[in-house]
C-alpha cells in the first residue's frame, strides 16, 4: 500500500487565491482527518470524515474553509481566498487498525 | 485552551543515554494517548500507545508511562539512537478516533 498520499506537496500562492490540497486514504480506512500544523499551535484537528460524512468540523478556522469527501477515496480542503495568516503544513490522515491514524506527507503552503 | 501540553519546545541527549519525553493533558475524559514521531518533511508515524486502564507500557526500546491521578505521561528511550532525532508529538483521545495534540518535543541526540 502507498500509504496517505498528498497533493499537491507544496503550495506557493496570493493572498486572495484559492487554494486547493487534495488527499487519497488508505484503501479500507473509513475515518479521514485533516490537521494544520503552525509553530504556534502545533497539529490542530480541523475537520474529520466516517463513511465520506464530515462528523466534526469544529476546528474548522472560518468559512474561508471547506472540506468535502466525494467518494472513499478521495478528500479536498478548500480555502478560498487564502491569506498569509494560512501558511502551515496541512496533514490528511486515515484512521487504521487499533484506532492508529496514519499521516500523509503533507503539504506545505506558503501564502504571499 | 490547550488540552495537551509539551512543555519542553527541545531536549539535547547525548547517545546511548535516556531521552525521557513528558506531556501533561488536562482533560480527565481522555483514555487513550498515543506518541507519534516526525520527521522533517514527512508526515507525523506512530510510535506507541497506553490505554487509561494501564499505567506502563513497552516496545523495545520505548516506553509510555501514565500517570493518571497527576494528569502526566512520559516516553522513555533507552539506549538513545542518533535515528530517533526527530519531533515527538503526544497526543490524546476521549473518543476514540479524534486525536488532540500536544505541541511537540524536538528530539536531538548528540554522538
Known amino acids: 500500500d502507498a500509504g496517505v498520499i498528498q497533493s499537491p506537496r507544496h503550495e506557493v500562492t496570493e493572498m486572495g487565491q484559492e487554494v486547493t490540497l487534495r488527499c487519497k486514504p488508505i484503501s479500507g480506512h473509513d475515518y479521514l482527518f485533516w490537521y494544520r500544523q503552525t509553530m504556534m499551535r502545533g497539529l490542530e484537528l480541523l475537520i474529520y470524515f466516517n463513511n465520506n460524512v464530515p462528523i466534526d468540523d469544529s476546528g474548522m478556522p472560518e468559512d474561508r474553509f471547506s472540506a468535502k469527501m466525494p467518494n472513499a477515496s478521495f478528500s479536498t480542503l478548500k480555502i478560498q481566498p487564502s491569506e498569509p495568516r494560512d501558511s502551515a503544513v496541512y496533514f490528511c490522515a486515515s484512521l487504521g487498525p487499533q484506532e492508529t491514524q496514519y499521516f500523509g506527507p503533507g503539504t506545505r503552503l506558503l501564502v504571499l | 485552551d490547550q488540552q495537551v501540553k509539551q512543555n519542553s519546545p527541545s531536549l539535547s541527549v547525548q547517545e546511548g543515554r535516556i531521552s525521557i519525553l513528558n506531556c501533561d493533558y488536562t482533560n480527565s475524559m481522555f483514555d487513550y494517548f498515543l506518541w507519534y514521531k516526525k520527521y522533517p518533511a514527512e508526515g507525523p508515524t506512530f510510535l506507541i500507545s497506553?490505554?487509561?486502564?494501564?499505567d506502563k507500557n513497552e516496545d523495545g526500546r520505548f516506553t509510555v508511562f501514565l500517570n493518571k491521578s497527576a494528569k502526566h505521561l512520559s516516553l522513555h528511550i533507552v539506549p538513545s539512537q542518533p535515528g530517533d532525532s526527530a519531533v515527538y508529538f503526544c497526543?490524546?483521545?476521549?473518543?476514540?478516533?479524534?486525536?488532540?495534540f500536544g505541541q511537540g518535543t524536538r528530539l536531538t541526540i548528540n554522538p
Open positions: 497506553i490505554s487509561s486502564i494501564k
Open positions: 497526543a490524546a483521545s476521549a473518543a476514540a478516533q479524534k486525536l488532540v
